[in-house]
């Protein structure tokens, strides 16, 4: 028989809720198999966490939880036995703690898989019968492995089941567990909310420079105008053109000035 530790034991107690002596003789009938102890005091029926789930929890907190910047927000109510519990810094710890994985969990809709209802569980099989990959599969295989990837699928999508945050090693549920053995009360995720900012709606997309400018003060410039065509000549029209340009200054030129005139009158004389 492998030699069973304090640490061992505690461990177990820490993930099991189950009394010290329940856990030694847990892990001693198991070689000191943690999983093994844990199968064996959820047959007994004695892990603490058990014997508490049937209590009524009615007492508890309401909590909320804004991340950072403001675009994430959860509102949590967790449950206990009484309100000497729900006062209690470890259970206000426990339901901080809760709030913060419902911010950073953005695919969990539901506190466990119980609560998912019949017609999503019936939708998802629907769509993993139909999966390629399967169709040659005879029928009591393909029921295994579609009940598989069902239990995978919903279990990413509830609370409970999601690997806790601040210790990847345990789940939230094991968690909860806990803190049941070390307050002595039942305690439940009763409900949650998760708020993402501008989740929803649909937004209008717009046209930025058009939207600086207008913040500027500035308006977009209006395009050119098109510049009016000139008809293009024939060389016979272009050299007529020319001609009747010319054809005043030449006047002008060949017309004496009354100076000029004058001039010519007093030279005579």
């Known amino acids: 028989m492998a030699e069973i530790s304090a640490k061992l034991v505690k461990d177990l107690r820490d993930m099991t809720g189950a009394g010290m002596m329940d856990c030694k003789k847990a892990l001693q009938e198991n070689d000191g198999d943690l999983e093994k102890a844990k199968e064996w005091l959820r047959q007994k029926g004695i892990t603490s966490a058990e014997k508490k789930s049937g209590k009524i929890a009615a007492e508890g907190l309401v909590d909320s939880y804004i991340h950072t910047g403001g675009r994430i927000g959860v509102l949590v109510e967790v449950n206990c036995q009484t309100d000497f519990v729900a006062r209690n810094e470890a259970f206000k710890e426990l339901v ?38 399967l169709g040659n599969k005879p029928e009591n295989i393909k029921e295994k492995i579609v009940q598989g990837r069902i239990d995978k699928r919903l279990k990413e999508i509830t609370l ?110």
């Open 160 to 269: 409970l089941d999601q690997p806790f945050i601040k210790d990847q090693n345990i789940t939230v549920d094991e968690l909860v567990k806990q803190k049941i053995a070390q307050l002595g009360e039942n305690i439940q995720i009763r409900r949650f909310v998760r708020f993402v900012l501008g989740e929803g709606i649909e937004r209008e997309e717009a046209d930025f420079a058009a939207e600086v400018a207008a913040q500027m003060g500035t308006a977009t410039a209006p395009p050119p105008e098109a510049e009016e065509k000139v008809p293009e000549l024939t060389e016979a029209a272009s050299i007529e053109k020319a001609l009747e340009e010319a054809q005043p200054a030449t006047e002008t030129a060949k017309a004496p000035t009354k100076g000029a005139k004058e001039g010519k009158k007093k030279g005579k004389k």
């Open 96 to 133: 901080r703690n809760i709030a913060m994985q419902i911010a950073a969990c953005p695919n969990v809709e539901y506190v466990r898989v119980s609560d998912i209802p019949a017609d999503i569980v019936a939708k998802e099989k629907e769509i993993e019968m139909g999966r390629d990959d």
